[in-house]
Every structure is written in structure tokens, then in C-alpha cells.
């Protein structure tokens, strides 16, 4: 069969996460740390110290008992495009050390040309970069379960959320051994989507037509955080509740969103 | 030649320069980026041969498939598995996490024997044959002496096979003290039992309900076969299918639910009953069902319900009002598919029987049994054993009245009942107990109970693959290896519709010294002689599998798991022909049935009530929490070490509470230091904490983190069934 | 004395063994923060308060802080050397002492803050042309190799070093072409103290510190320039001021201050009324236009109230540079202190609220402000350039002509 996109070569990977179905179990949290070696300590408690490449936020309608409402946001690195690939972590790396991606569109970060400046969270106002304050230590034995299609991060280095890059790495490989010229949406889903108990997560190609983000991303309930900053951001929400679409930027009180 | 100070300098400035201009700094300056880019001490994982090998989880009843990455001998990686009927592909935290428990620094690495005193944690490692050994001749000493009753074991088990094996044990060596740890699964079949006839698993058609009523079940919490209930919740959003639920606190369910019913706390039962009054009075019935298929309607039920449970009555009770009490019961009458629900949360205590019964009673109201997206009657056929020929000690021990106060044969078992017996020392000592995959002396209430029954029995065998609380108080550690490593039969998945039998199959080579529970047990049996090695001439644990699953097991290796997707629950005409479903359970008395159970303490003194909650991000049962999902537990549950209690920012105000604040929280129980929570979502005058945390046992990852809720809480056997019943108990909080 | 021999000559200095005992003193303080700083480099970032919100804490405030007082040197010689006003050579080397002391300490401060300081190279290796910290790095180490080239004629004015003729005549050569290298100083300062107003104003993520500007540069870059050269003679001055207290000596006319301090006046005038324009469009029009209200920036929180603002700009910046126009002002020694410590006081303020404010406000709707307390590893890191600067101005003092009029000022009889 004839792929009708084959000549797109400009890929713009996104997610689309339906918060009208996440529970906040946690499972995308936890299946990010198993697939990328994320490390943790005996006291993780303090949230301002704790890598967690994603992230559930529990969003409360402020309104008191009994019509208290709450949502859960999954939040992982929203992999922002800001102007001409301008991310507002990118552009600030004096090292070069995170980068934008024009193929994919995913903003990579690299471990061992990071010198740790902090620069890139103090710009990232999803707070979805990480330092490594401490040296990452498994309980002795425990680093068998270490996948090393990726590799664990030294001390002293900020990480964050790469889209499961590695896999898309392996579909590309998988994909040009099978002589296939483009992956296939199915070929490469990162390790929070395919966990995700509630099927909450749709990862793919934002600008192929053939993806269900495509579609999904127009949803007229759909919505990206802080829009309003220039951040341009790959990941979309869709909530079927107001106060949850208007929790995703900043309004005056006079104003509303648009959708 | 003299050197001045001048040419001193001038050598020294071209030395500099030198070396400045010299491949050597520099060389040296990009050596160290490399060392500090390759440093020892950071792990670099070796790479190997990548291959997948599926297998089912039985970390909970969930009884998902997970398809496990390797590299080489190595697992690294926990996935769902995508052919999964349960699970298709979805994974829950827990099961995501079970790599650390493989490797996970809690392992109890061989057999040990306690040196020191109980629970001191000294232990000396001894071999296989030494410790098959001490458990043989104790047996063999108290079997010999005649008293075999005095022999008991408590199991959390997964494996169908292996509970048989208990059972089968039991029934040769001559006790009547087998405890299975009952969840609310037990409580569903007992009510389905007495209300239906006939034994069956409970299954929930949910996938094609039209609409779901959930008593206080955490369906989006971890009850059933919690990845599936996810992705049932996610087909009802999509399909407009509505989701109620009553509970007073806004729990994960609460918040996805349609409408949330925040009802006071153990009336959830009156609010059902209250619905069915509406539905009686309003003749919403289905009457084709009520009227050919049922009993005790119009001459008990209605009666009961009639007189005691007008909407007006109970909204005072509940804290419900009338006009939505109408509206639920209108709106599930007339619903397509409705399905009632119940359970407290994860349903790991299985609870008080009249929540069971009315919530029952509302499915046969509406017609809704053995229905498409109904409640179904599932039964999973398996091949059974010879029977037992106990010989004379056996049938003397076996004579004796079980400690639970449950008739034998047994089909249920009352664990906190044995407990307060054993704790009481009534009737007849317990001289050795077995516990296998359980964790009694921390997941049953009022813990010092238990360990008070506990101090009362000399020998304590764990066959615990991990140090948990009740392992690090045993006298001796049989550990058993972990899911992973192992074999073991998975049959019916808890709430699932459909018969399925599932094989759970070692993934790597066991990372420690340890049998499986069964195989030690067939060697136990061997060395008891008599009897007992007759029962029991398994060759080993495999064998046992093959003889309770028949043909399938050689299919489930390679499968994993066997569904029926054709079944189809019997026809009304079938279930009902013989024995009709009856709105009073049978051989319980009408005014009983449908009673409320209390809460333990007096309101004066303690004036809130405090209900133990569970979250999917923490495992509360034998299973202790895994380092991944105490990571990703909220700074709201959890602060160091502090645990905190959660309250509304009302009964905050009341008590002088800021958020933070440290705090006492007493009841009839105990008492524990806390920190308090501020959330809206939780009704005035109620605290709630989760299960899970606060264990005694375990490692730096999870050792004196937060408080056991259980420790607070009051054992309240079920005026019917004797289950455990709480579902909370009265406290206070004061400033600490 | 035991080192009469390298006291210049004309001035009177205090005992050895006194000298010493102050030196012990600071040095201690120095070795506790020598202390801290190898914690931190070989036990890492888990020694301090940082945080995952507070990337940048104290530590970037303080290389802020120091680089804009160390804006005396370059101003001073901007001054000096390319306007003429040759008074000012009176002060000129006590400005560049401080100036050499603030830069190193801000170079020696950011080798403790990166996680990994064995790869801070790669800042220049691995340049990205977009970032403002790529322009800090680079134009603060040239800065920082041109205000060496300024201190070193300095240290040849030591009598020993300069009886050597070629450092004799070294020194002299350099006092020649001082000018090119102060022009340079001056155009190099002009980028780094601007870029390290563009590292906060450039984050379009963080509306509190977000400003629009000209070209690639955010207001805020401008507005850094203008503050270092209006605040950094003032705390040229501050300094000068604290060694005249200690040694218990005027060291510096007048003349020459009074001058300085009208400079530094001005300069402070015309740049708050451009921060006062900058923080009323800012208020008005750029951060609403993100969805913000300015009390947003300034309520829900322990700490940072309006009351931050009003320190900043009123009591650091309009009544300071009030005093310091009007000539009753700064001829009142008490009304020039006060306004010059309340300058210091106020450029102090801006940095930390550009980096730590910046910080601690929240921009998603349903985050929550962060507050921080630095650990005492991090007060001792910050406090350890301040012990160094202090053993440098003690040394320097004691053996080199910084103050030219000190002999004229303080006759020996
Ligand atoms: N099947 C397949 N094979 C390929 C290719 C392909 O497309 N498909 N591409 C080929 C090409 S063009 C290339 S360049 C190679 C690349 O092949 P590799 O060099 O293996 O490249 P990666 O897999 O990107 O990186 C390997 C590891 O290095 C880690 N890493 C990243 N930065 C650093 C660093 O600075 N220092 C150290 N020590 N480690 C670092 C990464 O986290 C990762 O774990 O693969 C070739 N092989
Ligand atoms: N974020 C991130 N970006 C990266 C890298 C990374 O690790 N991370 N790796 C970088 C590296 S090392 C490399 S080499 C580049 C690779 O980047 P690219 O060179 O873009 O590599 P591909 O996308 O694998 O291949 C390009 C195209 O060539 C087509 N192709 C295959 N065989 C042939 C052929 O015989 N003839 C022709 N005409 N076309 C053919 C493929 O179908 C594909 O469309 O990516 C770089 N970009
Ligand atoms: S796994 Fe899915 S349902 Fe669970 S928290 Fe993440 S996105 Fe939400
Ligand atoms: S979310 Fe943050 S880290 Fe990710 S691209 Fe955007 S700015 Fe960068
Ligand atoms: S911390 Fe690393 S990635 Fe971030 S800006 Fe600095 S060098 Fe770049
Ligand atoms: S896409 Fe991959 S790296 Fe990003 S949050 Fe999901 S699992 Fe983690
Ligand atoms: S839901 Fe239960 S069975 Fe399924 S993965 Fe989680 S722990 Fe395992």
C-alpha cells in the first residue's frame, strides 16, 4: 500500500492527554522511572528533590465541601517549540547542551554536555527539568533492572523527559532493517502512553494526518499549558471542565478562555 | 652562572608559557570532563540479547498479564501485556514497580533462624535441609502428642493450587486452622450464596453496563482487577456511560465519577435500601424478574424497607437529601444496564454483609443479574483431587471446633475471629502457626491484638520472600521466591466476568536462596510420613499444577492465560428454577440482614471518625510498597517521616489546625504522632489516612514511613458473618 | 617592623603583629568557606538549599550583586580615561582593586554553582550564540583578564617590585596605554553586566522577569548596564569609606568623592526613572498580556510583599539619587553615607528579585509559590569572597600606593 505522507520527512511528535480519563494512578510516573533509569532516594518526600520526568498535578476547583472538585495532570516535559524551535529551555543553554530537534521536534537533552549551570529550569516554567543533586545509588543488586538503551545520568547534571527517544531510535532501526521507509504510528509509543491503565495518553506525529493526535489535537476541548508565554508547546489537554481548561493559563479576572 | 632575581623570574614566566602552550593542560583539562562523564561510581547498564517474555502479576487479584524485557539474563523492564483480555496492555504503578521487589534489597536471601529474642532481628542463616527439618519435627512432635488442631496457618496465597495444597495438608495432618486471608470477594460470595443459592465468583459485565452505582467501592482505587476497572471507566466516559459514587471522601473514584454522593460515613447500605424504597414505592421494578425469578419481595423486603428506609428517614442518616435520594434511585431504575456495586475501597477487608445484601438487592431489582452488563454468576471448572484418607490423629484433630467459630467443612475463614481467640487463650493453644504470603501482624486491625495472639504461639514459620513485619517477628524464614521466579496458578480474576485460568511463570532465575512454598511443603509432607506423605506424594510443586489444571497447564506456558470471551452467564430460567433469588437472605433474620454495623468509641470522647483509605499508589497488603510508588506518593500522605492525617479545612478551623500542623490522633486503640492535611474534599468531622504505610519491618526505602492505620484501628467482627466489619473507628485529634 | 622594607613610602602603617592577628581573623572566616566549597565540590549540589524550583539561589544572586558593584572599576575608568575627569585618578585603583576583587569572586562563585565544574569549559567549547550566559561567560573572563592587566601596574608600584627596572618600566608602559584598556574594560563591562540583566529578562516563561526590548537584548539588559555604572562608584565609595573607619585615616579628598557621588547621582537618577517606566509598562501592559495582574507577583505569599518594590526603587533608588544631586546632599557626610548605603543597599535588591523572586513565583495556575532559606554552606560560600576581598584590600593596603593622596592627607611628622 502507498503511504500518501512518505515525503514528509518533518516529524512533530506530541502527545494529547484526555484528563477526563486520568485517574492519577501514578502508572505513567512510575513507567517513565523503569524505562529511563530514573533514580530515587530513601526519602523522597520533598518534591522540589525528586526527578520525576513526569509528573501528576492534582488540580482542585477551590470551590469547599462537598462541591470540591479535583483533576489529575500528568505533566511531562511538553517538549515546546516556542518560536522556530526557540524553547525557552533551548535557548537559554550556554553549552548547547538541550536542543530542539527540528526533525522530530523533540527538545533532547545531553547528560554529558551538561555542566549543570541550571539555567534551562530556571526557564521552564512547567518545571519539568530535574538536576541531579545527589549521585544516583540502586540498592546493591538493584541495578540489574537498568535498561541500557539509556543511559543512567552522573551527579551534578539537569535531565527531564525525552519522549522515550531510545525508542524511537529502535523503530527507526527496526524500521530501515524491514525496509520500511517511515516507522509506523504503532512502531513508536513512549513507556508512559503504553502504561497509562486509563488509555489517557495518545502519542504520534502531530502533523501527520493519519495520527490520532492529529485529530485529537483539534478537539474543541483541547488546550495547551500556558499558551499565553509563546511556549508552544507539543503536548495538548482535553477536559470536558471549564475551571480544568481555564486552570491551563493565566487569566485577568475580567478575561476567559477562548475554549 | 648566578642567577638574579630577573633571570629567576624570566625562566619562570617562559615556564609558564611553556606549559601553558604545551598539548598538557589542555589534555589534562579535557581528561577530566571525560572522567567526570564516565564516572566509576554511576552505573553504566551492560547491554545484551533483548527478548520479551510474557507472564500474569499476582502482586494483587488484578491478574494482569505483563510482558517482561530482558537483556540477556537480566529483567529490566515490567510491561502490560497487550493480548491481555484484563489488561490489554495497561500496567498499574505497583505492578510497573515489580523489578525492585526481584532485586530489591528486602529480600530474605535463604532460609534463617532466629538467635535472639522475637523480633529483635538477629537471625542465622541455615540451610534448606536444616530448616525443612525444624518444621518436621515440630509437626512431627505435636502430631505425635495427639494435638495436630494446635497446628495453623494463615495465607494470603494467589495461587489456587497452592491454597488446595494448604487445605489438603490441613485435612491429613488434622487441623481444622487454615486461615485464607478473606477479601471482599469471600464477602460477595458469601451474600451471592445466601441470596442466589449455589456457590460463585461475582463477575461485573461493566464493559457494556449503562450505568454504575458504586457504594463505596474505589473502583478507580484498586478495587477488582484494578487496571481493567480503568479501562472500564475509560468506555464509560466515552460511551456517556454515568458513574455514582457514595463515599464520603473525594476519593480517585470520587473525582472521576459523574456525581459524587458524599454520604456520612457506614450508611452507604441505608442509602442503597433508601433507593430501593423509592423503587418499591414507585414500582420501578423489573417486574418479569421480581416477579418469576425472586422471593421474600413483597412479604419481607418491602416491608423492611418500607417501614425503616423512607428517603426522609435516611437522608438524616446518610446526610443525603431526600429529593437526590429519589433522583439516584429514579435515575438507576430507569437506567439500561445498571449495575449496583459495593466493597470499601480496595476491598481488602471484606466487610459487613448487610452493605452486600442491599446493594445486591437493588441488581435484582432491576433485573440486572446474569444480564448483559449485568451481575454475573461465574464459575471456573477444574479438575478436582482424590479425596484425603486422615487417619485416626487426623480425624481426632479434626474434631475440634475451629478457633474462628467457622463450621468445617469451612468455606470461608474468619482470620481477626482466630485472633481474638488465640490473643483471648479461650479455647485451645496454637503451638505452631504457618504464614505464607501474608502479612497478618500489620494488615489486620488493632495490631496489638494480633501481636498479643501472636506472643501466645512458640513457633512462627514465615515462608515470606521479603522482611516484613510478620517475618522479622517469626521464629524462622522459609523464604519463597517471588512472583517472578516462580510458578503459580491464577484462577478467576476478582470482579472479571469471564472464566479464566492463568499461569504466572518464573521470568529469571531465582536471585536468592529460596524454594517455593509448595515445594517445602511437599517435603514437609514427606518427612511427616503417614498419612500426610500419602496426601501430599507430589514430586514437587509443578507436578501439584499439573494435577489441578489438567491439560491446560503444558497450553498455559505458552499462553499464559485462558479465557472464556464466549461465556454467557445462565439463562433466569436456569439459576432460578429451582431456588428462586431471595430479597432476605437465607437462614438470616429479616431484622438482622439489613443492620448497620457500628463504629467502636463513644462520641464524647472522640469526637471525629477516622476511616483508613487505599490508593493505587500504595500497596497496603502483603506486598510492601516498592521504593517507585513510595517516590510518587503526594507530599500531602506523606513528609519525611511524618504521616499525615487528612481533614476539612472546617474541622480544622474547629480544632486550631493550620496545614502542617503536628498533631495527635487518639483512638479507642492507640495513638500516633501526625501532621495534618487540609483538603476540601473530605467531609467535616471525618479524618482519613491510608493503608499502607508505617511499617515496622522492610528497608530505608520504606521502614518508619508515616503510621500503620491499622494500628488505630478496631477489629468489629460482622454480626452475620463474622467478617471483619470496621469501617472506621471514633478519635481525636489534639495539638502534639 | 619585620616588612617596613615593602610599605610604600610616606605612609604609616599599623604593627606587623597586628597586621597578622587581623589577617587571622579573616582568614578563618576565609577557611570555613575554603570549607564549604570543597563540600560542595566533592560532595555536590545536595550541600546547599537549591532546589529543583531555585535552580538559581543565593549564589546567583551574589555574582549578580558583585558584578554590578564591582561596576565601580569599569565606570571609574570610563570616566577617568575617556571623559577626562582626571580627579578621580585618586580613586581609580581603589575601583579597580574592588573591581578585580568582585570579578574574581563572581568567576570563583560559579565554579562552586555548576554541577559539574570539570566541564565548565564547555560554556566556550560548546558556545550557544543564544544564550545570555554564553555572552556572560565570555565577556566576564575577558573583563575579568582586562581588570587583571589594570591591577597588575598597580602591583608593581610595590617599592621592592618596583625597584626592578623592568617591572619599573612595565608599569610605566602600561600607565601609558591604560586608556585602550579601560575603553576596553569599559566595552566588555558594558555587554556582560547588560547580558546578566538579559539572563533573567530574556525567560519568556517567566513572566515576572520577562521584558520585551530592542533587538535580541531585553530591557532588563539595559537597565543591568545603567544600574552597575550608577550603583557600582557608590559601593566604590562604600568601600573606600569602611577603610577610612578602619585605618582611621582620610585616605581620598573631598573633592574627589563629592564628585564620584554626583556622578554615581545622576546616573542613579536618570536610571530609576527608566526602571520606574520599565516597571510601570511591565505591570501594565506586559505581564497582563500573559495573564497576569501585578499583585499576582507580590501576594499569596510569606514573603515577597509590594513592600520589595518600594525598597527597591524608593528607598534604593529615588532617595538616594535625590541626595546625591543635590549638592547639600552629598556634602553632608552623613546624608552621603546614608544615600550611598542605601544605593547599595537597593541594587542589591534588584538582582535578588530578578533572580529569586523570578523564582519563587509561580506561573502554572495550580503551582504554589517557593520559598527558600539558603543552607550555611551556601552563606559560607558567599561569605568566602568577602573574607578574600578583605585579605586582598588588607594586603594591598598595607603594601601598595592604592591611595595616592593618603601621604599628602596623613603627613607623618
Ligand atoms: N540500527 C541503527 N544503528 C545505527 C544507526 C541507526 O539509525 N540505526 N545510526 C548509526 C549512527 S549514524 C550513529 S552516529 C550511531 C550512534 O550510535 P551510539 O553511539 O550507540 O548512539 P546513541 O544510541 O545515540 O548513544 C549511545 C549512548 O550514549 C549515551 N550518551 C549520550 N551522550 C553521551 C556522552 O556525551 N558521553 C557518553 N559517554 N555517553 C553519552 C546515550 O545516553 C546512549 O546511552 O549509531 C549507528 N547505528
Ligand atoms: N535528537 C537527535 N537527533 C539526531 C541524533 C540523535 O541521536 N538525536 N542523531 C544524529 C545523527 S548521529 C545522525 S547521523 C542524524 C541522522 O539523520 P538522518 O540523516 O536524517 O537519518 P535518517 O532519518 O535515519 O535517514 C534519512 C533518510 O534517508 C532515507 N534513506 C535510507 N536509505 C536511503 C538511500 O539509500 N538513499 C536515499 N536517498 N535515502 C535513503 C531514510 O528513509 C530517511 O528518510 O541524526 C542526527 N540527529
Ligand atoms: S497512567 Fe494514565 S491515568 Fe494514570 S496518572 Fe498517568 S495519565 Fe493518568
Ligand atoms: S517543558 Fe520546559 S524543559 Fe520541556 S521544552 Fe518546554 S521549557 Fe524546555
Ligand atoms: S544545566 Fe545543562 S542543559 Fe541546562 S542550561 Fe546548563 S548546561 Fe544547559
Ligand atoms: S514520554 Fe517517555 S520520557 Fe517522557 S514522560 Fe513519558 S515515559 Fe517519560
Ligand atoms: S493491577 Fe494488580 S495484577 Fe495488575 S499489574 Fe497491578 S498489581 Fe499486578
Known amino acids: ?259 | 652562572m648566578k642567577i638574579d632575581r630577573r633571570c629567576f623570574l624570566s625562566l619562570a614566566v617562559g615556564a609558564g608559557a611553556g606549559i601553558a602552550l604545551s598539548p598538557l593542560p589542555w589534555k589534562l583539562t579535557d581528561d577530566l570532563s571525560i572522567w567526570s562523564q564516565n564516572w566509576p561510581w554511576t552505573p553504566v547498564p551492560k547491554r545484551g540479547e533483548a527478548k520479551t517474555v510474557n507472564s500474569v502479576c499476582t502482586l494483587c487479584p488484578g491478574g494482569c498479564g505483563i510482558s517482561v524485557r530482558k537483556i540477556d539474563e537480566r529483567a529490566v523492564k515490567i510491561e502490560g501485556m497487550k493480548t491481555h483480555p484484563v489488561n490489554q496492555g495497561g500496567i498499574c504503578a505497583l505492578g510497573l514497580s515489580g523489578l525492585q521487589l526481584l532485586y530489591g534489597p528486602t529480600r530474605v536471601k535463604g532460609p534463617l533462624k532466629r538467635v535472639g529474642e522475637r523480633g529483635k532481628g538477629q537471625w542465622m542463616p541455615i540451610s534448606w535441609d536444616e530448616a525443612i527439618r525444624e518444621v518436621t519435627d515440630k509437626l512431627t512432635g505435636i502430631r505425635k502428642a495427639g494435638r495436630p488442631q494446635s497446628v495453623a496457618w494463615i495465607s494470603g496465597a494467589a495461587s489456587n493450587t497452592l491454597n488446595q495444597m494448604l487445605d489438603r495438608f490441613s485435612q491429613a495432618y488434622g487441623t481444622p486452622n487454615g486461615m485464607r486471608l478473606p477479601t471482599l470477594e469471600d464477602a460477595y460470595g458469601l451474600s451471592v450464596s445466601l441470596m442466589n443459592g449455589g456457590n460463585a465468583r461475582i463477575g461485573f459485565d461493566f464493559e457494556h453496563a449503562g450505568y454504575v452505582l458504586s457504594l463505596g467501592a474505589g473502583l478507580l482505587d484498586g478495587w477488582g482487577s484494578p487496571v481493567r476497572m480503568f479501562k472500564a471507566n475509560t468506555l464509560w466516559k466515552t460511551a456517556g456511560v454515568k458513574l455514582v459514587h457514595v463515599e464520603p471522601r473525594l476519593s480517585r473514584t470520587a473525582a472521576k465519577a459523574d456525581t459524587w454522593i458524599s454520604v456520612n460515613p457506614g450508611t452507604e447500605a441505608a442509602l442503597a435500601l433508601a433507593m430501593a424504597h423509592v423503587i418499591l414505592k414507585e414500582s420501578l421494578y423489573k417486574a418479569d424478574f421480581v416477579e418469576s425469578y425472586t422471593e421474600k419481595l413483597m412479604d419481607g423486603f418491602r416491608n423492611i424497607v418500607l417501614a425503616d428506609f423512607a428517603p426522609e428517614a435516611v437522608a438524616k442518616v446518610t446526610g443525603v437529601d431526600a429529593a437526590t435520594i429519589t433522583m439516584l434511585a429514579r435515575e438507576f431504575a430507569k437506567a439500561k444496564r445498571p449495575i449496583a456495586v459495593c466493597g470499601r475501597g480496595q476491598g481488602t477487608l471484606p466487610g459487613s454483609l448487610d452493605l452486600f445484601f442491599a446493594t445486591h438487592a437493588l441488581n435484582a431489582l432491576v433485573g440486572n443479574i446474569n444480564q448483559p452488563g449485568g451481575v454475573w454468576l461465574v464459575r471456573e471448572e477444574l479438575p478436582s483431587w482424590p479425596d484425603v484418607q486422615p487417619d485416626s490423629v487426623a480425624k481426632a484433630g479434626l474434631g475440634y471446633p475451629r478457633l474462628d467459630g467457622i463450621q468445617t467443612p469451612a468455606r470461608i475463614s474468619l482470620p481477626n475471629r482466630f485472633i481474638q481467640a488465640v490473643a483471648s487463650g479461650k479455647d485451645y493453644p496454637v503451638e505452631a502457626l504457618l504464614v505464607i504470603e501474608s502479612n497478618p501482624l500489620y494488615t489486620l486491625n488493632d495490631t496489638a491484638m494480633v501481636r498479643q495472639a501472636f506472643s501466645k504461639i512458640p513457633f512462627i514459620v514465615s515462608f515470606s520472600s521479603f522482611m516484613d513485619d510478620t517475618a522479622a517477628w517469626s521464629d524462622l524464614i522459609l523464604p519463597n521466591p517471588v512472583y517472578l521466579e516462580r510458578t503459580d496458578d491464577v484462577v478467576g480474576v476478582s470482579g472479571f466476568p469471564y472464566p479464566t485460568i492463568a499461569l504466572s511463570q518464573p521470568i529469571v532465575k531465582p536471585q536468592c536462596n529460596t524454594r517455593p512454598v509448595g515445594d517445602v511443603l511437599l517435603q514437609i509432607a514427606k518427612g511427616l510420613g503417614d498419612s500426610v506423605a500419602a496426601a501430599l506424594a507430589w514430586k514437587d510443586f509443578n507436578a501439584c499444577l499439573e494435577a489441578s489444571l489438567g491439560e491446560r497447564f503444558k497450553s498455559l506456558r505458552k499462553s499464559v492465560v485462558w479465557v472464556d470471551k464466549a461465556y454467557k452467564p445462565a439463562a433466569w430460567d436456569e439459576v432460578f428454577a429451582a431456588e428462586r433469588f431471595s430479597f432476605l437472605p437465607n437462614g438470616i433474620a429479616a431484622d438482622a440482614a439489613f443492620k448497620p454495623v457500628g463504629i467502636p468509641g463513644d462520641a464524647g470522647g472522640f469526637p471525629l471518625i477516622l476511616m483508613a483509605y487505599d490508593t493505587m499508589r500504595l500497596s497496603n497488603g502483603y506486598i510492601g510498597n516498592p521504593p517507585f510508588l513510595t517516590k510518587i506518593l503526594e507530599d500531602t500522605v506523606l513528609k519525611q517521616t511524618d504521616g499525615l492525617i487528612e481533614i476539612n479545612p472546617k474541622t480544622a478551623k474547629s480544632l486550631g489546625f493550620d496545614e502542617g500542623d503536628r498533631a495527635q490522633i487518639e483512638t479507642p486503640k492507640g495513638k500516633a504522632f501526625v501532621k495534618v492535611h487540609l483538603d476540601d474534599g473530605i467531609l467535616p468531622g471525618v479524618a482519613a489516612m491510608p493503608r499502607g504505610l508505617g511499617h515496622e519491618a522492610y528497608d530505608a526505602y520504606l521502614a518508619g514511613k508515616g503510621i500503620n492505620v491499622n494500628n488505630l484501628m478496631a477489629s468489629v467482627n460482622d454480626p452475620v458473618s463474622g467478617f471483619e466489619a470496621a469501617w472506621g473507628i471514633r478519635a481525636k485529634l489534639s495539638k502534639a | 617592623m619585620i616588612d617596613a622594607a615593602l610599605i610604600p613610602i610616606g605612609v604609616k602603617r599599623c604593627s606587623f603583629g597586628k597586621f597578622l592577628l587581623g589577617l587571622a581573623a579573616v582568614g578563618a572566616v576565609l577557611l570555613w568557606g575554603v570549607y564549604a566549597m570543597l563540600l560542595c565540590w566533592f560532595k555536590g549540589l545536595n550541600q546547599t538549599n537549591m532546589n529543583d524550583y531555585y535552580g538559581f539561589a543565593l549564589w546567583i544572586w551574589a555574582d549578580l550583586a558583585v558584578i554590578a558593584l564591582g561596576g565601580g572599576a569599569f565606570f571609574s575608568g570610563f570616566l577617568k580615561y575617556l571623559t577626562g575627569k582626571d580627579e578621580l585618578k585618586n580613586i581609580i585603583n581603589y575601583a579597580v582593586l574592588i573591581g578585580f576583587i568582585c570579578y574574581s569572586s563572581a568567576l570563583l562563585i560559579l565554579a562552586i554553582d555548576v554541577g559539574q565544574p570539570l566541564r565548565s569549559w564547555f560554556i566556550f567549547w560548546h558556545a550557544n550564540v543564544h544564550s545570555m550566559l554564553t555572552e556572560v561567560a565570555f565577556c566576564l573572563s575577558c573583563y575579568f583578564g582586562v581588570l587583571t592587566i589594570e591591577f597588575i601596574p598597580l602591583i608593581l608600584e610595590n617599592r621592592q617590585l618596583n625597584k626592578i627596572s623592568f617591572f619599573h618600566h612595565l608599569a610605566h608602559n602600561m600607565h601609558e596605554i591604560m586608556a585602550v584598556f579601560a575603553a576596553t574594560g569599559a566595552f566588555l563591562s558594558f555587554f556582560h553586566q547588560g547580558s546578566l540583566g538579559g539572563v533573567s529578562g530574556v525567560l519568556f516563561g517567566r513572566p515576572f522577569a520577562y521584558r520585551e526590548g530592542l533587538f535580541i537584548w531585553p530591557w532588563t539588559f539595559f537597565l543591568f548596564t545603567w544600574s552597575a555604572a550608577a550603583y557600582g562608584p557608590c559601593f566604590t565609595l562604600m568601600i573606600t569609606k569602611i577603610t577610612e573607619l578602619i585605618s582611621g585615616k582620610k585616605l581620598v579628598k573631598d573633592n574627589v568623592i563629592e564628585l564620584l557621588a554626583k556622578i554615581s547621582g545622576w546616573m542613579m537618577a536618570t536610571y530609576i526613572v527608566a526602571k520606574i517606566i520599565d516597571t510601570i509598562y511591565w505591570a501594565t501592559v506586559t505581564a497582563p498580556s500573559k495573564g497576569f495582574l501585578v499583585s499576582d507577583f507580590y501576594t499569596n505569599n510569606a514573603f515577597y510583599g509590594f513592600w520589595i518594590l518600594i525598597a527597591e526603587i524608593l528607598l534604593g533608588g529615588v532617595v538616594p539619587a535625590l541626595i546625591l544631586i543635590t549638592p547639600a546632599g552629598r556634602k553632608n557626610p552623613t546624608a552621603r553615607n546614608t544615600a550611598i548605603v542605601l544605593a547599595v543597599i537597593g541594587v542589591c535588591i534588584n538582582r535578588w528579585v530578578m533572580v529569586l523572586q523570578t523564582m519563587a513565583a509561580p506561573v502554572m495556575t495550580f503551582d504554589k509559590w517557593a520559598l527558600y532559606y539558603p543552607s550555611w554552606q551556601e552563606v559560607a560560600t558567599t561569605v568566602l569572597p568577602v573574607a578574600y576581598g578583605a585579605i586582598l584590600i588588607m594586603i594591598c593596603y598595607r603594601y601598595l600606593p592604592i591611595f595616592p593622596q593618603e601621604p599628602e592627607l596623613n603627613p607623618i611628622d
Open chain 1, 1 to 259: 500500500m502507498k503511504n500518501e505522507h512518505s515525503h514528509q520527512t518533518t516529524k512533530k511528535f506530541g502527545m494529547v492527554i484526555n484528563l477526563d480519563l486520568c485517574t492519577g494512578c501514578g502508572s505513567c510516573m512510575v513507567a517513565c522511572m523503569a524505562e529511563n533509569n530514573v533514580p530515587f532516594k530513601p526519602d523522597e518526600t520533598d518534591k522540589l528533590k525528586s526527578i520525576t520526568w513526569m509528573r501528576v498535578y492534582r488540580l482542585t476547583n477551590g470551590k469547599p465541601f462537598p462541591e470540591t472538585d479535583v483533576c489529575y495532570l500528568p505533566r511531562p516535559c511538553q517538549h515546546c517549540e516556542g518560536h522556530d524551535g526557540h524553547s525557552p529551555c533551548v535557548s537559554v543553554c550556554p553549552a548547547t547542551a538541550t536542543d530542539y530537534d527540528s526533525l522530530t521536534g523533540i527538545v533532547s537533552q545531553i547528560y554529558t554536555r551538561c555542566f549543570g549551570c541550571r539555567y534551562c529550569m530556571a526557564a521552564c516554567p512547567y518545571h519539568a527539568r530535574y538536576f541531579n543533586w545527589y549521585d544516583p545509588v540502586w540498592p546493591d543488586g538493584m541495578e540489574k533492572y537498568l535498561n541500557p538503551n539509556v543511559s543512567p545520568r552522573m551527579r551534578g547534571v539537569v535531565e527531564k523527559c525525552s519522549f522515550c527517544y531510545h525508542r524511537y531510535q529502535a523503530a527507526k532501526d527496526r524500521a530501515y532493517v524491514e525496509g520500511q521507509r517511515d516507522i509506523a504510528e504503532e512502531d513508536y509509543q513512549t513507556a508512559c502512553t503504553q502504561a497509562c491503565p486509563a488509555g489517557a495518553i495518545t502519542f504520534g506525529d502531530l502533523n501527520n494526518p493519519d495520527h490520532a493526535v492529529y485529530k485529537l489535537k483539534q478537539d474543541p476541548r483541547a488546550f495547551r499549558l500556558l499558551e499565553r508565554l509563546g511556549t508552544n508547546t507539543k503536548v495538548y489537554y482535553i477536559s470536558s471542565k471549564d475551571w480544568v481548561r481555564k486552570a491551563g493559563d493565566n487569566y485577568l479576572p475580567d478575561e476567559r478562555p477562548k475554549k
